[in-house]
């Protein structure tokens, strides 16, 4: 049986590794390199039309009850705005998917993989995203405290 000296042990632990580590970036890159979970597709009434109420009495929906909160439902991201307004756009960023987030303090949408951003009607500010995100229809009924969005 023949021995196996430090310098040896040290070079076949060190190329062991490296395969590992290679095998994990290459994933990594074939999948698009992103953790991020691809949301879902809007569309949740008849016909695949986005139709969606949101009591702001639930807990669920509690983020949009102050200006700047907001909430992903349906492939759909809620925001209200610093000024009170309710926006509402799909949230799968145009460029690669990636879940954009609302930037409340700058009035905007901002994707955290690219650094895409876009106005609060979801059109390109800049890119990498080249097209703007799908704008849904909101209207609040301050007497039942329901938000809808529709397409």
């Known amino acids: 049986m023949k021995t ?8 076949r632990v060190g190329i062991g590794v490296g395969a590992i580590v290679l095998t994990h970036c290459m994933t ?5 390199g992103d953790d991020t979970p691809a949301p879902s ?15 702001l009495n ?3 929906n509690g983020a949009l009850k102050q200006n700047g909160g907001f909430l992903y439902k349906d492939g759909v991201i809620i925001a209200r705005t610093k000024d009170g ?3 509402a756009v799909a949230q799968a960023c145009t460029h690669q998917g990636t879940t954009v987030q609302f930037d409340a303090a700058g009035n905007r949408l901002h994707c955290p993989n690219h650094g895409s951003n876009f106005k609060i009607d979801g059109s ?3 890119g990498p ?3 703007p995100l799908k704008k849904f229809k909101t209207s ?3 007497a039942t405290n329901t938000l809808k969005v529709t397409e």
């Open 140 to 142: 609040f009924d301050a």
């Open 4 to 11: 196996m000296n430090r310098q040896e042990f040290l070079s």
């Open 85 to 87: 307004e309710f926006i």
């Open 28 to 32: 990594a890159c074939s999948s698009g």
């Open 124 to 126: 390109v500010i800049n």
């Open 41 to 55: 597709t809007p569309g949740t009434g008849s016909g695949g039309k986005t139709n969606l109420s949101l009591n």
């Open 58 to 60: 639930d807990a669920a």
């Open 129 to 131: 995203a080249g097209s």
